[in-house]
């Protein structure tokens, strides 16, 4: 069983920053790609970074040149720096590991619970 657990989130206000971390433990031997997906109410779930074991990054177009995802491999953790945050990027985010191998082979995606960003203008 893999659990993902993340942290960080919270109320700021619009051009202020934040850092989410997300901790994945269990029966892992490696993981492939690690996430941030984000839902903002009534929206549907769309993607806002993502980042390979090999160090290949993917951003939303919205996001790109504020938020920075990077990843601790050996702690299976994946971060993301958003800076410059507008109201618009209000949203629960939540974690995702995906192509996630374990002692009986490759698995399912895994999610986190989410953790509530709020920016005020």
């Known amino acids: 069983q893999v659990r993902l657990v993340e942290s960080g989130g919270g109320l700021v206000q619009a051009g202020g920053s934040l850092r989410l971390s997300c901790a994945a433990s269990g029966s892992i031997f490696s993981i492939n790609s690690m996430g941030w997906y984000r839902q903002a109410p009534g929206k549907q779930r769309e993607l806002v970074a993502t980042i390979t074991s090999g160090g290949s990054r993917n951003y939303a177009d919205s996001v790109k040149g504020r938020f920075t995802i990077s990843r601790d491999s050996a702690k299976n953790t994946v971060y993301l720096r958003m800076n410059s945050l507008i109201p618009g990027d209000t949203a629960v985010y939540l974690c995702?590991?995906?192509?996630?191998?374990?002692?009986?082979?490759?698995?399912?995606?895994?999610w986190g619970q989410g953790t509530q960003v709020t920016v005020s203008s």
């Open positions: 995702n590991a995906h192509n996630v191998l374990g002692p009986t082979g490759w698995g399912p995606d895994y």
